[in-house]
């Protein structure tokens, strides 16, 4: 059975930072493009980053040098560093993998159960 699990979530003032983490087990997903996508209350859920299994990596605008994603294949483990939090970074965090780089979520292959990040102004 695969499974994506986040964590890392928490309450964080703007301008912090939080590093999230997803583990994934089940199979190995080294030839995945890993990514993280959010979702704020009342909002369709959006891509933040993804990161290819050759190590190229795509970034939403909004992110765009405050975030940073990385992947660990020994672990199968994929993170998200997140600095310069803003109140609209606040979201629910969801990882996921599919065989290619996607920016919408429609048909992607997997996903994790999502992790909350809340941000303070």
């Known amino acids: 059975q695969v499974q994506l699990v986040e964590s890392g979530g928490g309450l964080v003032q703007a301008g912090g930072s939080l590093r999230l983490s997803c583990a994934a087990s089940?199979?190995?997903?080294?030839?995945?493009?890993m990514h993280w996508f959010r979702q704020a209350p009342g909002k369709e859920r959006e891509f933040v980053a993804a990161r290819k299994w050759s190590g190229g990596t795509y970034y939403a605008d909004s992110v765009k040098g405050r975030f940073t994603i990385s992947r660990d294949n020994a672990k199968n483990t994929v993170y998200l560093q997140m600095n310069s939090l803003k109140p609209e970074d606040t979201a629910v965090y969801y990882c996921?993998?599919?065989?290619?780089?996607?920016?919408?979520?429609?048909?992607?292959?997997?996903w994790g159960q999502g992790t909350q990040v809340t941000v303070s102004s």
């Open positions: 089940g199979r190995t997903f080294s030839s995945y493009a």
């Open positions: 996921a993998a599919d065989r290619e780089v996607s920016r919408v979520t429609q048909g992607v292959d997997y």
